[in-house]
């Protein structure tokens, strides 16, 4: 059974930063490109990043809104996926996921709330 653990967020000011872990097990990691997705308040889940196949060069990709504020990694040996937030905005308020595979039938973990008020 695969699980996914999310960890890292909390409150923090406009401008703050946080790091965002994802530990996961019951899985090959290194097999698989891994997503965050993101839940704001009354929104839908939305796609933020995702990183390839360390094999494959471990290709980042990222939503606009986020793209140079936002860092996605992995460390295959730890099984553990990381999203550095930085320079944030009261907009990326939500419940961060990560996970594998499409949102209706992938894995994905409980979620990490991240609150960004002054």
């Known amino acids: 059974e695969v699980q996914l653990v999310e960890s890292g967020g909390g409150w923090v000011q406009p401008g703050g930063s946080l790091r965002l872990s994802c530990v996961a097990s019951g899985v090959t990691f290194s097999s698989y490109n891994w997503n965050w997705l993101r839940q704001a308040p009354g929104k839908e889940r939305e796609w933020i990043a995702s990183i390839g196949l360390r094999s494959q060069g471990s290709t980042t990709m990222y939503k606009a809104s986020v793209k140079g504020r936002f860092t996605i990694s992995r460390d295959d040996a730890k099984n553990t996926m990381y999203l550095q937030l930085s320079n944030l905005k009261t907009e990326d308020t939500g419940i961060y996921y990560c996970?594998?595979?499409?949102?209706?039938?992938?894995?994905w973990g409980q979620g990490t709330q991240v609150t960004v008020s002054s």
């Open positions: 996970g594998k595979g499409s949102l209706d039938h992938g894995d």
